[in-house]
C-alpha cells in the first residue's frame, strides 16, 4: 500500500539530531513517496520474475525426470534455485544507491564540515600499523566501503566501513571464510603527541600475554594500570612509557573509552584503539553497515530509523575528539 507524505517523518531524539526534523520535512520526505512507489514496483517485478523461473524450473525439472532420468531433475531445480536467488538478493541495489545519494550529502551538510565517499580513496587508514598495533586483526581479506572524513573542534578525522576475514579448510577439506570484524575503523588527529598506548580486549591472563606477543614491538610495552576495576575488566593496556601515559591520560579516560562501547539501547560493542604519536585510532564492531539506507524490504516510513543509526555513527569520532580535547596537557 502506498503510504501518505505525511507517514515520511523524522523526530529528533539527540541533541545532535537538533533541527534535522525540517531539513528532512523539506529535502528528503518529498522524495520518499515516489521512491516508495518504485520500492513497491521493484519487489512486485521481481516476485512475478521470481514466478517465472520457478516455473520454468519445475518444468524442466519434471521433463528431465520423465524422459531422461530422475536424478538430472536435480540439475535445472539446482540452478533454477540459484538464479530466483540472484534476482531476490541483487533487486534493491540500484534503489539503495538512491537511497544513499538522497541522504548522505544532506546529512553531512547538516553536520558541517564532513565529506561522504561511497568508496574510500586509497591510503584511508594506515592498515599495516592497524595490524602491528592491533587494532585490528591478522587478516587474509580486507574490504572497506562508505567513508567520511571532516573535522570537529578544528581536529581532523576519518572513519570508513570495513571487514576483516581469513579464509580456511574445515574437516571436509572445504573453503571457508571466517568473519574476524565488521565495523568503523575511526582515526582522530590528536591534540598532542602521545606515546604509544594500546587498548586491547581483556580475554584472561593466558590469553592476553599471547596478544601482547603478537603485537610488533610489544617486547618493550608494559602495562598499564588504568586504576579502574571496570576498565580492567574490559581492556589490557599496554604502553612504552608508563608514566608519561599516566600523566597524559588522566584518571577517566579509559572509563569513557569503555562508555563509548555501549551502544544506544544498553548493550556492549568490541572497541580496541591505540594512541601512537599524533594520532588516535579505533576500530568498534557494528551490528549494521555504516552510512547504510538499505529499505528495500521495509516501507519507507520506516527510513528515520537508518538516518537515527547514520547520526549516532557519524557522532562517534566527534565524542572520541571531546575526549581528546579533555586531555590534561591538551
Known amino acids: 500500500m502506498l503510504q501518505e507524505a505525511s507517514q515520511f517523518k523524522f523526530v529528533e531524539t539527540a541533541w545532535y539530531e537538533q533541527g534535522f526534523s525540517d531539513v528532512f520535512a523539506a529535502q528528503i520526505a518529498p522524495a520518499l513517496q515516489e521512491l516508495e512507489r518504485e520500492r513497491l514496483a521493484i519487489n512486485h517485478r521481481t516476485g512475478k520474475w521470481i514466478?517465472?523461473?520457478?516455473?520454468?524450473?519445475?518444468?524442466?525439472?519434471?521433463?528431465?525426470?520423465?524422459?531422461?532420468?530422475?536424478?538430472?531433475?536435480?540439475?535445472?531445480l539446482f540452478w533454477g534455485c540459484a538464479l530466483a536467488l540472484l534476482v531476490y538478493t541483487s533487486r534493491g541495489r540500484k534503489f539503495e544507491e538512491q537511497l544513499s545519494e538522497l541522504a548522505s550529502p544532506i546529512i553531512c551538510e547538516f553536520l558541517g564540515d564532513l565529506r561522504h565517499f561511497k568508496k574510500p580513496k586509497p591510503g584511508f587508514h594506515?592498515?599495516?600499523?592497524?595490524?602491528?598495533l592491533r587494532v585490528i586483526p591478522q587478516h587474509d581479506n580486507a574490504r572497506f566501503e562508505d567513508s567520511v572524513e571532516g573535522k570537529w573542534r578544528n581536529v581532523t578525522y576519518r572513519s570508513v566501513q570495513a571487514s576483516f576475514s581469513n579464509t580456511?579448510?574445515?574437516?571436509?577439506?572445504d573453503r571457508k571464510t571466517r568473519t574476524l570484524?565488521?565495523?568503523?575503523?575511526?582515526?582522530?588527529?590528536?591534540?598532542?603527541?602521545?606515546?604509544?598506548?594500546?587498548?586491547?580486549?581483556?580475554?584472561?591472563?593466558?590469553l592476553n600475554v599471547l596478544n601482547k606477543w603478537a603485537t610488533k614491538g610489544s617486547d618493550h610495552l608494559k602495562k598499564l594500570d588504568l586504576s579502574n576495576a571496570e576498565c580492567e575488566e574490559v581492556y589490557e593496556v599496554y604502553t612504552d612509557d608508563p608514566a608519561c601515559a599516566e600523566q597524559l591520560l588522566g584518571t577517566d579516560f579509559g572509563q569513557k573509552l569503555n562508555e563509548l562501547s555501549r551502544k544506544p539501547d544498553g548493550t556492549d560493542r568490541r572497541i580496541t584503539a591505540a594512541f601512537e604519536g599524533h594520532w588516535f585510532y579505533m576500530a568498534i564492531d557494528l551490528d549494521h553497515d555504516f552510512m547504510n539506507f538499505t529499505s528495500i524490504d521495509q516501507p519507507l516510513s520506516k527510513f528515520d530509523e537508518k538516518v537515527h543509526a547514520a547520526f549516532d555513527d557519524l557522532m562517534l569520532p566527534r565524542?572520541?575528539?571531546?575526549?581528546?580535547?579533555?586531555?590534561?596537557?591538551?
Open 126 to 132: 594506515p592498515i599495516k600499523l592497524l595490524r602491528d
Open 319 to 330: 565524542t572520541i575528539i571531546d575526549l581528546l580535547l579533555a586531555l590534561p596537557d591538551s
Open 181 to 206: 570484524f565488521s565495523g568503523l575503523l575511526i582515526a582522530v588527529q590528536c591534540p598532542i603527541e602521545m606515546p604509544k598506548i594500546i587498548f586491547l580486549a581483556d580475554h584472561g591472563d593466558f
Open 51 to 76: 514466478e517465472i523461473i520457478l516455473a520454468v524450473t519445475t518444468t524442466l525439472s519434471v521433463a528431465a525426470a520423465i524422459y531422461v532420468h530422475i536424478a538430472l531433475a536435480l540439475f535445472p
Open 168 to 173: 580456511y579448510r574445515d574437516s571436509n577439506g
